[in-house]
C-alpha cells in the first residue's frame, strides 16, 4: 500500500466555525495529511469563513467530503481513532498520537482520527465507532487543546514517520583535519610564549595542555580555523595610534 | 539537576501580536512550561490582547519576564536553540523539535528556544547568538507554521520526554551562561577593532557576525572561557624583547 493510502483521513465532527476548520486544513496540510470530512458542519458547507483561516490549504478545503453522520464519514476505514484530550471513561485502548502515527503507518486499511466539535467534544455515540482513543498527553493542570491544535499534533507525528521527512540532511562541514587545527595551535603557543604566558615553567605544561583542550573542543571546521588565524594575526598587532 | 531547571526557557523575540503571545503562552502551559520571555515586544509589555488567547494561561503571561534584546534574554542560558521553519544558510547544526527535547532533558545547563516574530522569523544577530538551529520537519510544498503552532511542537516534544528520561548524571560542566561568553567576545572585538580587523566598514558586520559563529559554537565551559579570556590578555601585549 502506497503512502498516499496510508495517509489517514481527518474526520472532523459536528465542527462549529468555518475558521476552524480552515485552521485544521492548515494543520494537516503542514504535515502533508489532504483527505479532510466533514460530518454536519454547524454552518454548512462551503463556509466562507474556512478558507481565509486556511492560509493557502486551499486544496484541503476543496476536496473536503461532508456527511451527514459519523458512520458514513468512516464506513471505507478500518482502524478509527476518536480523540478525546481526557481519558473518557470508556473501555477501549488509549493511544498517544506517536503510538497511533506508528499504528496508520503499519497496519492494514485505511485509518480515521475523528475530532469533535469545539465545545464538547466526542459524544458516546460517535467514539462508540472507535476501535481506539487517542489521547494527546496533556498537562493534567492545564489542558487547553484547541482542535487545530488537535489535528497539528497528530498530523506532526503522522508525519514524522513518513519518508517524505527525511531528517533534515546537513551539510554543514566537518571537523578540519588534524593538521590545520595544529597549525593554529602553534601559531598562538608562539605568540603566547613570546610573551610570558607560560611563565612559570612549572605550570607550562598543564597551561598547554588546557589551551590545547579549549581549541581542540569546538570541533572548528576548515573556514572556522581560518577565521581563528586570521583573528590571532590581528590581535597580536599593535593597537593602532588613532582611528583615523 | 530537577526536572523544574531543565524545563526549556520559551523566548518570543519581537513579538508583533498580543494575541499570539496569550496563544503561546497556552501552548506552553499545555505540555508544562512555564517561563517565558519577550524581547521587545512591538506594542509593550503587559498587552492585553494576550490574556483572552491565553485560554486561562494566565500564570504564564503573570510571570513573563521582558528584556531589551535577545542577548539579555538569554544571558544565563547555556543552550540556545534558534527556531526557523526552513532552513537557513547558516552553518550550524540542524535538529529537529525532538531532538532538541531529549538534549534539553539530558544536557547541563539551561536551555531556551528562540522564536522570531510572526511575519519575518529570527534575524541573523538573533540566529548567531544560537547554539543550534531548531528546525521543524514540515511538508516542502506547505509550510505555513504560525508562532503558536511552532512552540506547542516544540512543548509537546519537551513533555514527551519527561516521563521517559531518567536524569541523566552529567558530569561534565555546561556551557558557560551566554552573558559569560559575550564578555569574552566583546574582549576580542575591542582588541581586533583597535587593530583595524573589521575594516573596511563594509564588510564589518559580517566579519562580527563570523567570528560570533566560531566563538559561539564551541559551548566552552565557564572554566574555558575563562582560559581563553586570559589567553586574549596575553595576545594582545606586546612581545617581550628578549626570553630573560
Redesign the interface.
Known amino acids: 500500500m502506497s503512502v498516499e493510502t496510508k495517509a489517514p483521513v481527518v474526520v472532523l465532527v459536528r465542527p462549529q466555525l468555518g475558521e476552524n476548520i480552515g485552521k485544521a486544513a492548515?494543520?494537516m496540510?503542514?504535515?502533508?495529511l489532504t483527505e479532510m470530512r466533514l460530518v454536519a458542519p454547524r454552518d454548512g458547507w462551503p463556509n466562507p469563513a474556512a478558507g481565509p483561516a486556511a492560509?493557502?490549504?486551499d486544496v484541503v478545503l476543496e476536496r473536503a467530503q461532508v456527511f451527514e453522520t459519523t458512520a458514513e464519514a468512516v464506513a471505507d476505514c478500518a482502524n478509527v481513532y476518536a480523540t478525546t484530550v481526557r481519558k473518557r471513561g470508556v473501555t477501549k485502548e488509549v493511544v498517544t498520537p506517536?503510538q497511533a502515527a506508528q499504528e496508520v503507518a503499519t497496519q492494514p486499511g485505511r485509518s480515521a482520527f475523528l475530532f469533535g466539535p469545539e465545545r464538547s467534544g466526542l459524544e458516546t455515540a460517535d467514539v462508540a465507532l472507535a476501535r481506539k482513543i487517542l489521547t494527546?498527553?496533556?498537562?493534567p493542570e492545564?489542558?487547553?487543546?484547541n482542535l487545530?491544535?488537535a489535528v497539528?499534533?497528530c498530523a506532526?507525528e503522522w508525519?514524522?514517520r513518513q519518508a517524505?521527512?527525511?531528517?533534515?540532511v546537513?551539510d554543514?562541514?566537518p571537523p578540519a583535519p588534524q593538521e590545520e587545527l595544529e597549525g593554529l595551535i602553534i601559531q598562538?603557543e608562539e605568540?603566547?610564549d613570546?610573551?610570558?604566558?607560560f611563565r612559570p615553567a612549572a605550570r607550562a605544561e598543564a597551561s598547554r595542555l588546557?589551551?590545547r583542550?579549549?581549541l581542540t573542543?569546538?570541533?572548528?571546521?576548515h573556514?572556522?580555523v581560518r577565521?581563528?588565524r586570521?583573528?590571532?594575526r590581528?590581535?597580536?598587532?599593535?593597537?593602532?595610534q588613532s582611528d583615523s
Open positions: 492548515r494543520a496540510l503542514n504535515f502533508g492560509s493557502g490549504a506517536e494527546v498527553p496533556i498537562n492545564f489542558g487547553s487543546l487545530a491544535q497539528i499534533l506532526y508525519s514524522k517524505l521527512v527525511q531528517p533534515t546537513e554543514i562541514l598562538m605568540a603566547l613570546q610573551r610570558g604566558y588546557t589551551m583542550n579549549v573542543r569546538p570541533g572548528w571546521n573556514l572556522e577565521t581563528m586570521g583573528i590571532m590581528y590581535l597580536v598587532k599593535p593597537p593602532r
